[in-house]
């Protein structure tokens, strides 16, 4: 596959991160978009530190190789468990000049604001939860702000086995959102750490205490991108502008065109590569 262009890359480890590209597209329409899927290998939600890194380097040199100067990790437990070690220990032997940005750190700068109690939730994966990412990066902003989380594992298998809107997600939805508020009941505001999770928003509300706020990332993230390329014009002049997207896989394209097209909204045609 070979491009004449230099897109903003996406990576997930599965078809999530097809909530956020929507919204990235939204709120900067102009920009070239190269979308991979790790999908041979999903979930990374409870795999080992060690393997999600390895994975996700892979995925961000393919990206860095297709021509993409900045990626954009559409993964909490690509972000909680690679990030870091990408950006401090990768990237200066790879090519300085590019960038890898995250998830959690966008969500992280903003999430204090929503609350008034001072009490925020979290449901992600067991890999993102473990991390306490959401935790630490929190505490650097709003140190004040008191975070609880809770491990969610069967929600993505519900959302990629199309159950999601079946009533059998009602009982794994109102557990783990009853576990969350078990823990505290003055907390006000849910962040989403994991873009599966708004296919789920419908039954999410249906289960939350009045007056709770339910926030998924996908648009946090766009306007957090959109602020970040403002700052950063050598980086924003580097990026292509033909309004193009393009979608690939590690596993059979016509079960990712037809599984992407739940998340992204509209039907795709993807193209199968090798991370090696």
Known sequence: MELNAAPIGVFDSGYGGLTVLKELEKAMPGYDYLYLGDNARAPYGTRSFDTVYEYTLQAVKWLFDKGCPLVILACNTASAR????IQQNDLSG??????????IRPTAEIAGKFTNTGNIGILGTEGTVTSHSYILELQKFFPEVKVYQEACPMWVPLVENHEHDKPGADYFVRQHIDRLTQQCADIDAIFLACTHYPLLLDKIMRYIPEGMQ???QGSIVADSLKQYLERHPEIQSRLSTGSNCYFTTTDRAVTFDRQAAVFYGKSVASHRIELL
């Open 94 to 103: 790879i090519d300085p000049s590019k960038r890898v940005l995250g998830v």
């Open 82 to 85: 690679a990030l870091r070690s």
């Open 214 to 216: 339910v926030f998924s």
